[in-house]
């Protein structure tokens, strides 16, 4: 993996962050369903939230994707994460764009941003998202 090397945890007041890009995600192709909650929500608990704290963490991020200009309000902090919670932020971000078995142009084009935002190398990128694509079609 050719991740800059960090070792900063997810630490609780960025949970909302994470969150919010993953929504952010979420919403690009306009469709924002429970699916898709239902993978963020696992996906911050992956990340280290308490199950009584996810619906907070919910809304407050709601509201700071709501807020946001760009996604670099969401992905200054992910970028400084350690390497194994960046891949399952990704890999959340590439089960959100399959939930609906289909990436349109809006999702990899943001996929592609997020990538170089990131400091992810497309090699690893494209592997991640086969990975995701291949679990979700069998």
Do not use: C, P
């Not at 952010?24 to 469709?31: F, G």
């Not at 608990?45 to 760009?70: M, R, S, V």
């Not at 350690?82 to 289909?102: C, G, M, P, R, V």
Request: glycine share 2%; hydrophobic share 40%.
């Amino acid at each position: 993996m050719f991740f800059k090397k960090n070792n900063k945890d997810v630490g609780s007041e960025n949970l909302s962050k994470v969150a919010a890009l993953l929504i952010h995600a979420a919403k690009i192709d306009e469709n924002y369903s429970e699916t898709e909650e239902k993978i963020i929500e696992e996906t911050i608990l992956q990340l280290g939230a308490k199950n009584e704290h996810i619906k907070n963490i919910i809304i407050d991020a709601k509201k700071i994707e709501k807020n946001a200009n760009q996604i670099l309000d969401f992905t200054k902090e992910v970028k400084n994460l350690k390497e194994e919670d960046k891949i399952k932020i990704i890999e959340a971000l590439w089960k959100i764009i399959y939930s609906n078995d289909e990436a349109d142009i809006y999702e990899t084009s943001l996929m592609r941003r997020l990538a170089g935002l990131l400091y992810i190398d497309s090699k690893t990128m494209g592997d991640i998202k086969e990975k995701i694509k291949n679990k979700i079609s069998t």
